[in-house]
C-alpha cells in the first residue's frame, strides 16, 4: 500500500528536505538546478556493448568502467574498449553486475560467479563464487564478500571461504549490496530486508519492510541511507525509520551522495531524482533520461554524474555555456537580440516575443500589439532613462517603459520601413533606426533619413555601433558606413576577401581600432590611417561568416557565427592584422560545450553582447547562451591523467608496462596514449619527450599518438603529459623506458675486437714474415687497402641505412633536408619546386585490410614514384603515408605536369595484387621557391597546398598561391 500525501503538504516536505540537506551538508550546496546540468548520453550505436549499466567505477589511473549484460567497457573518453568472456579475462562469462575498484585496479564480477581482476593491462582470474554474484566488498581488514543471487553471502578471507545464508540468519537469499561501516560492521541490502554481519552473526534489522533492498550508503552525518523497494530509510540510532514523507513509497535501486552534499536516487520505475538545496527535482524520459529505471550512479573524478540505465548511459555534467530556451521560460527559442540592461537583467527578443532574465528568473512579457499581436523582435537597446527600445519585424519601432508599451514608430511616423534590425541611442540624444529600407537618425528636430544617394553603400542596415569619437558606424549588406556631422563615408570591403556583409563591431578601449564582424572573417579598421586588415579562414579560422565579436575581460574576443562560437586572442588577432603572424589559435565551442545549439544568429542586433559580471550572452536558433570566460580555467584545472594505450614496433603490438627491449633493426616506433579526461575529450592537449633524443618537449596538440623512426641503439625514456585548454600539464605522466639493442656491428666491442685482430695480424706477420717484408711489402699493402675498402664499404652502407627509408628504399626526411638545403643553397636564379604528396583515406585502408597492407601500399606508391620521376629528382618518405618531391630547375607549370603525371598514375594503378578491392589515390600539394624567404617556407606552403587539396575533396594537385 502506497502512502498518500496531499500535494500542498507534498510541496512543503519537498522545500523543507532541501533546506535540511542544506544545513546538514558540510560541504557546499548545489551549483544549478537539475535542468541546468548539460546531458550526453551513449547507447549500443555509441560504442557500448549492452545498453543496461548495472554498475560504474572509475580506476585510479582514471579509466571509467561501465559493467554491462555483454562485458565490461573501458572508457577513456573518446572510445569505449569491451572485455568479454574468455582465457583473456578468465570471466565464464559476459554479464558483469559489479565493479569495486581494489588498489591499482578494479575487481569485476558477475554471471556464473565469475570474479576477475584488472590492472596494469594484464587480467587475473579469481576463483569462481557458487552463484552469480551482484556486488563485491573489500573491507578494511582486506577480507572479500560477494553478494549472490539466491545463495546469499560468501567471505573470503586467509583462512578459506564463508558462507551465510539464510539458515545462518539472513532474511533473504538474494543479496544486491553491501557496505561496511566504522564499526566494522558489513551491511547487506536482500531481497527480503536489510541485514548486519559482526564477527560472524547474522542480525536483521528492525524498522525495514522485508522487500528487496537495492541501495546503501553513508551520508554526509554518518547515517545509513537504506534504498528499498517500498522507499527510502535511514539507520540512526540503532533504528531505522523512513527518511522523509516526499520519499515515501519510492522504490529505489540506487544512491549516490555527491561532493556537494546533493543525494541523488535511481528508481525503479520513476526515473533519476536529486534532493538538494532546489529540493527535490525529477529527470524522466522526457527530460532526457535514456530509460525510467535507473541502476547505478557515480560522479566521477571531474564531478560528472553519470547515470546508468536499462536503456542507456548519461552523464550530467558542467559546461562552459549555460542555455536558456522556451522550456526554462523563454517567450520562444528563435532569438535574434539580447541586451545587458543597466539594471543588471538580460532582455532576450525572439521570434515569439520579449523576454527578461534577472539572475534564475525568466519572465516574459505579455506584449501585445495594437492589432493584437505578438511582436517578432529583431533588436534591442536601452534608452537614456532605462527604457527599452524594441525594433521588430513588421511593427516598427516599440518604446517600452516601465514593461509598458509607450509609443511605436512606424513607417507612418518617419521611418523608412517597418523592419527594424538596428537601434541605437546615441549620447548627444538622438536615437538612430537601422532599417532594411535606409537610416533613420530621430532628434529634437525631427527625423533624417539616410538612404544609398545620401552615401550609405546599401539601404539593409543591419547593425549599429557608436565609437569612442561619437563616429556612428552602420553595417549593411554591401559594406559599412561612417557617420561624422552628419555625412556619410562609406566603407566597401571587398579589398579583404570580397567581403561585403558588416554584421557586427566592437572597438577597442582606447579608440584606435574597429573589429568588424564579416561575412568573410574578422576585419580590423585601424582610425590611424583608415586601413583594413583581415582575419579569416586562411590564417587558420574554421569559419568565415561571423555575426558579432564581444570582447571578455581576460584579452579574448569571442565570435558568433552559424556553427558555434568562437574564441581567440585579441592580441594574437592584432598580430595577425599586422602581418606578424601567419596562423591565430583558436578554439570552437558548439553544443557539445552546452549550447542548446550551436547556430548563433545575427543580421540584426545587438546578436551578442557582454553583461556587467563579464558574462557574454550569445543569440542562437534554440533559447540564448550564456558563458562566463572567467570560468573556462576553472574546467582546466581537473587532475587530468594520462595513460599509454598501445605501442608498436615495427607495426607489431609490444607491452606497454616496464621496461622494454627492443630487438635490433626496431626501426617504427608508434606509441598511442590517452588523456583520461571526460568533460572535454576532445580540447586534451598533449606534449611528448622522448629522453635521449628529444632535446625539449615536443607539443602534438589535439594528436594522441607519437611516431618515431630510425632511432639509433640506446636507452630511451618515453614521457607523456595532458592539459585541457587553459589548464596545467598533468604532473601525472605516461611513461615507458625501452632500450633499442644494436646489432653485433654497431657494438663497440665488435670495433674493439676487430681493431685488436688486425693488430694482432700485422704483429704476427712480422715476426714470421720479417725476412720477407720487404718481398711482401706490396702484397701486404693490398691486404691493408683491400681491408679498408671494406670498413669503407660498411661504413657506406651505415650511411645510407640513415638517409634511406626501409620501407620503401626511397630517401628519409633526413635526406631529404639535406637535399633541399643543398638545391636551395645552390639554385641561384633556376626555378626549384616541391610536392606534399599524401595517399587519400590511408587510415581506411589500414582499418580495412591491415598494417601490412598499408605498408604494401606505401611500397606500391613509392614505386611509382622512381619509374614516374626524372633522374634529378628526388623523392621521399616523409612519414607515415605522406612523401615529398623535390623537382630542382624545373618550372611549376612543367611541376605540376609531373605531379599530375604520378598522380593519374597512381589512380590507374592495379592494386588487386595487394588487397581485392583496393584502389588508391593521392593529394599533392606544390609550391615554387620564386620570392619565399627560406626553403622551409617552401615546405609549409606545399604542405598548405596540400590540406587545400584535401579540402577540396582529395585526389587532386593544387598549386599554393
Not at 579509466?63 to 572485455?83: C, D, I, Q, S
Not at 614514384?865 to 616523409?878: K, T
Not at 624545373?890 to 597512381?906: G, K, M, N, P, W
Request: net charge negative.
Amino acid at each position: 500500500m502506497k502512502l498518500k500525501i496531499p500535494p500542498p503538504l507534498l510541496r512543503r516536505c519537498n522545500r523543507l528536505l532541501g533546506l535540511l540537506l542544506l544545513l546538514s551538508s558540510s560541504l557546499s550546496a548545489a551549483q544549478a538546478p537539475l535542468s541546468h546540468y548539460y546531458q550526453d548520453t551513449w547507447t549500443t550505436r555509441n560504442g557500448l556493448p549492452h545498453n543496461s549499466i548495472n554498475a560504474i567505477a572509475q580506476t585510479s589511473e582514471g579509466y571509467l568502467w561501465f559493467a554491462t549484460w555483454e562485458g565490461v567497457a573501458r572508457y577513456n573518453g573518446r572510445e569505449f574498449r569491451v572485455f568479454e568472456r574468455g582465457e583473456h579475462t578468465g570471466l565464464p562469462d559476459s554479464g558483469l553486475r559489479s565493479l569495486t575498484p581494489d588498489g591499482q585496479g578494479v575487481l569485476v564480477a558477475g554471471a556464473r560467479g565469475g570474479v576477475s581482476r584488472y590492472e596494469q593491462q594484464r587480467w587475473t582470474a579469481e576463483p569462481p563464487v557458487a552463484a552469480m554474484v551482484n556486488h563485491v566488498l573489500r573491507d578494511r581488514r582486506g577480507r572479500l564478500w560477494f553478494a549472490t543471487e539466491g545463495e546469499g553471502i560468501y567471505m573470503r578471507d586467509g583462512g578459506g571461504e564463508h558462507h551465510y545464508g539464510v539458515a545462518e540468519g539472513l532474511p533473504g537469499a538474494g543479496v544486491y549490496r553491501l557496505l561496511e561501516d566504522d564499526d566494522g560492521r558489513i551491511w547487506a541490502g536482500t531481497s527480503q530486508g536489510l541485514a548486519w554481519i559482526r564477527d560472524g552473526e547474522v542480525a536483521v534489522v528492525p524498522g525495514v519492510p522485508p522487500v528487496p533492498v537495492l541501495a546503501l550508503l553513508h551520508d554526509e552525518r554518518g547515517r545509513l541511507l537504506i534504498g528499498s523497494e517500498q522507499g527510502l530509510y535511514v539507520w540512526e540510532d540503532d533504528s531505522a525509520r523512513p527518511h522523509s514523507p516526499v520519499l515515501a513509497g519510492e522504490a529505489v535501486s540506487s544512491l549516490l551522495l555527491d561532493d556537494e552534499g546533493s543525494l541523488w536516487l535511481g528508481t525503479i520505475d520513476r526515473g533519476l531524482v536529486r534532493v538538494s538545496r532546489f529540493g527535490l527535482e525529477r529527470l524522466g524520459l522526457a527530460q532526457g533520461l535514456p530509460d525510467k529505471r535507473v541502476v547505478s550512479l557515480f560522479q566521477d573524478a571531474e564531478r560528472s554524474i553519470w547515470v546508468g540505465t536499462n536503456g542507456g548511459l548519461l552523464r550530467l555534467r558542467d559546461a562552459p555555456f549555460t542555455s536558456y530556451t522556451q522550456d526554462d521560460g523563454l517567450a520562444g527559442n528563435y532569438v535574434r537580440t539580447v541586451l545587458a540592461h543597466s539594471d543588471g537583467s538580460v532582455w532576450v527578443g525572439s521570434s515569439n516575443g520579449l523576454s527578461q532574465i534577472r539572475g534564475d528568473s525568466i519572465t516574459s512579457l505579455p506584449l501585445r500589439l495594437p492589432d493584437g499581436g505578438i511582436p517578432s523582435v529583431l533588436s534591442l537597446a536601452e534608452g537614456r532613462r532605462g527604457e527599452l527600445w524594441v525594433g521588430t519585424y513588421t511593427h516598427g519601432l516599440l518604446r517600452l517603459q516601465d514593461g509598458e508599451l509607450a509609443e511605436i514608430l512606424d513607417r507612418e511616423s518617419g521611418l523608412g520601413a517597418n523592419e527594424v534590425r538596428a537601434v541605437l541611442p546615441a549620447r548627444d540624444g538622438s536615437l538612430w533606426v537601422g532599417t532594411a529600407k535606409g537610416l533613420n537618425r530621430l532628434a529634437e528636430d525631427g527625423i533624417r533619413t539616410y538612404t544609398q544617394a545620401d552615401g550609405l553603400p546599401g539601404d539593409f542596415v543591419m547593425n549599429l555601433f557608436e565609437a569612442v569619437n561619437g563616429d556612428i558606424w552602420v553595417g549593411t549588406g554591401v559594406g559599412a558606413a561612417r557617420v561624422r556631422d552628419g555625412t556619410v563615408t562609406p566603407l566597401y570591403l571587398n579589398s579583404q576577401e570580397n567581403a561585403e556583409y558588416a554584421f557586427g563591431f566592437y572597438q577597442e578601449p582606447d579608440g584606435r581600432h574597429l573589429w568588424m564582424a564579416t561575412d568573410r572573417g574578422l576585419l580590423r579598421y585601424r582610425y590611424r590611417d583608415g586601413s583594413l586588415a583581415v582575419v579569416g579562414r586562411r590564417h587558420g579560422l574554421p569559419v568565415e561568416k561571423m555575426f558579432q565579436p564581444v570582447a571578455d575581460r581576460l584579452g579574448g574576443l569571442w565570435l558568433t557565427t552559424n556553427r558555434g562560437i568562437i574564441r581567440i586572442e585579441q592580441a594574437d588577432a592584432h598580430r595577425v592584422a599586422d602581418g606578424e603572424l601567419a596562423q591565430v589559435g583558436f578554439e570552437l565551442f558548439g553544443e557539445g560545450d552546452g549550447m542548446a545549439s550551436s547556430q548563433a544568429n545575427g543580421g540584426s542586433g545587438p546578436a551578442a553582447v557582454q553583461a556587467a559580471d563579464g558574462s557574454v550572452w550569445i543569440a542562437t536558433a534554440k533559447g540564448v547562451a550564456r558563458v562566463q570566460p572567467e570560468r573556462l580555467a576553472d574546467f582546466g584545472r581537473s587532475r587530468l591523467p594520462v595513460v599509454l594505450e598501445g605501442v608498436e614496433v615495427n607495426g607489431q603490438s609490444t607491452g606497454i608496462t616496464g621496461p622494454q627491449r627492443l630487438t635490433a633493426g626496431s626501426e617504427r616506433l608508434q606509441l598511442r596514449f590517452a588523456g583520461l579526461g571526460y568533460v572535454m575529450p576532445e580540447r586534451i592537449r598533449y606534449r611528448t619527450l622522448l629522453e635521449g633524443f628529444d632535446q625539449d618537449w615536443v607539443p602534438r596538440e589535439h594528436q594522441a599518438q607519437a611516431e618515431y623512426t630510425n632511432l639509433p641503439p640506446g636507452r630511451y625514456l618515453f614521457r607523456v603529459a595532458a592539459a585541457y585548454p587553459y589548464g596545467d600539464w598533468s604532473e601525472q605522466e605516461a611513461r615507458l623506458a625501452f632500450t633499442i639493442a644494436p646489432f653485433f656491428w654497431q657494438r663497440s666491442l665488435f670495433w674493439w675486437s676487430l681493431g685488436a685482430l688486425g693488430l694482432g695480424g700485422i704483429w704476427l706477420l712480422m715476426r714470421l714474415r720479417l725476412r720477407l717484408l720487404r718481398r711482401r711489402a706490396e702484397q701486404l699493402e693490398q691486404q691493408v687497402a683491400e681491408k679498408t675498402g671494406e670498413l669503407q664499404r660498411q661504413s657506406q652502407a651505415f650511411e645510407r641505412q640513415a638517409r634511406e627509408d626501409q620501407l620503401t628504399g626511397l630517401a628519409n626526411r633526413r635526406a631529404f633536408d639535406e637535399g633541399l638545403q643543398a638545391a636551395w643553397a645552390s639554385r641561384g636564379t633556376a626555378p626549384l619546386c616541391l610536392a606534399v604528396l599524401d595517399i587519400d583515406h590511408f587510415k581506411q585502408v589500414n582499418d580495412r585490410w591491415s598494417h601490412a597492407v598499408g605498408d604494401q601500399a606505401i611500397q606500391a606508391v613509392a614505386a611509382v614514384l622512381r619509374r614516374e620521376l626524372r633522374a634529378g629528382d628526388l623523392a621521399a618518405r616523409w612519414g607515415g603515408e605522406e612523401f615529398t618531391l623535390l623537382l630542382p630547375d624545373t618550372a611549376v607549370e612543367d611541376a605540376r605536369r609531373i605531379c599530375e603525371r604520378v598522380r593519374r598514375a597512381i589512380e590507374e594503378m592495379d592494386c588487386t595484387p595487394i588487397a581485392a578491392g583496393l584502389r588508391l589515390s593521392v593529394s599533392l600539394g606544390l609550391a615554387e621557391a620564386g620570392t619565399l624567404p627560406d626553403e622551409d617556407k617552401l615546405l609549409s606552403c606545399a604542405d598548405k597546398a596540400l590540406y587545400r587539396a584535401k579540402r577540396e575533396g582529395r585526389n587532386r594537385v593544387v598549386l599554393w598561391s
